[in-house]
């Protein structure tokens, strides 16, 4: 083989490359890109993310430690989300308890949602705000997810609000 047929096999060997690298990149972005803009995808419904949204009955109630602290009567906490958690997780409440919680996001926009009560809340980035719920009466295990679309790791951003039976007085 001589020099000429040798350069000529390396430059098609090359843009072959390319080529095979820029259609698998401009596939893999089309993907990406189509299902965030897809209208009929809600980023908001966890379920479109293969994820169960239903409650689970609450085992074992021992282990736990309650979230945030009573204030007037209300339970108030702090909770945070990061990509791609939630921070306390497990969000711990009594049954039917009134709880306020006092939502932030640390690095984007992100929501929470708790469908089985239908609950849901955005989280400005560096900015407290309270929202407002009350627990469900049934104890339990109610699975937590974000409703804005936060990036590639969004459809597995989940966290737990357990609701602990209501101490008898």
Same mark, same amino acid.
């Given at each position: 083989?001589?020099?000429?047929?040798?350069?000529?096999?390396?430059?098609?060997?090359?843009?072959?490359?390319?080529?095979?690298?820029?259609?698998?990149?401009?596939?893999?972005?089309?993907?990406?890109?189509?299902?965030?803009?897809?209208?009929?995808?809600?980023?908001?419904?966890?379920?479109?993310?293969?994820?169960?949204?239903?409650?689970? /009955? +609450? %085992?074992?109630? !021992? =282990?736990?430690?309650?979230? $945030?602290? &009573? #204030?007037?009567?209300?339970?108030?906490?702090?909770?945070?989300?990061?990509?791609?958690?939630?921070?306390?997780?497990?969000?711990?409440?009594?049954?039917?308890?009134?709880? /306020? +919680? %006092?939502?932030? !996001? =640390?690095?984007?926009?992100? $929501?929470? &949602? #708790?469908?089985?009560?239908?609950?849901?809340?955005?989280?400005?980035?560096?900015?407290?705000?309270?929202?407002?719920?009350?627990?469900?009466?049934?104890?339990?295990?109610?699975?937590?997810?974000?409703?804005?679309?936060?990036?590639?790791?969004?459809?597995?951003?989940?966290?737990?609000?357990?609701?602990?039976?209501?101490?008898?007085?």
């Amino acid at each position: 083989m001589d020099d000429k047929s040798d350069f000529r096999y390396r430059v098609f060997g090359v843009l072959g490359l390319t080529l095979l690298l820029g259609i698998t990149l401009l596939s893999n972005s089309y993907v990406v890109h189509s299902h965030s803009n897809d209208p009929d995808h809600d980023h908001g419904d966890p379920a479109q993310h293969g994820q169960d949204v239903k409650a689970q /009955e +609450l %085992k074992d109630a !021992s =282990g736990y430690q309650l979230s $945030g602290t &009573v #204030i007037n009567g209300r339970r108030v906490v702090d909770y945070d989300a990061f990509q791609y958690y939630f921070s306390p997780d497990p969000l711990v409440v009594y049954a039917g308890e009134e709880v /306020e +919680l %006092k939502v932030k !996001s =640390g690095d984007i926009e992100h $929501g929470v &949602v #708790i469908p089985e009560i239908d609950f849901s809340a955005k989280m400005p980035v560096d900015e407290r705000v309270s929202a407002i719920l009350t627990a469900p009466t049934k104890p339990g295990e109610y699975p937590v997810f974000c409703s804005i679309y936060c990036g590639s790791g969004h459809g597995d951003m989940k966290g737990m609000l357990v609701v602990l039976p209501k101490p008898s007085k």
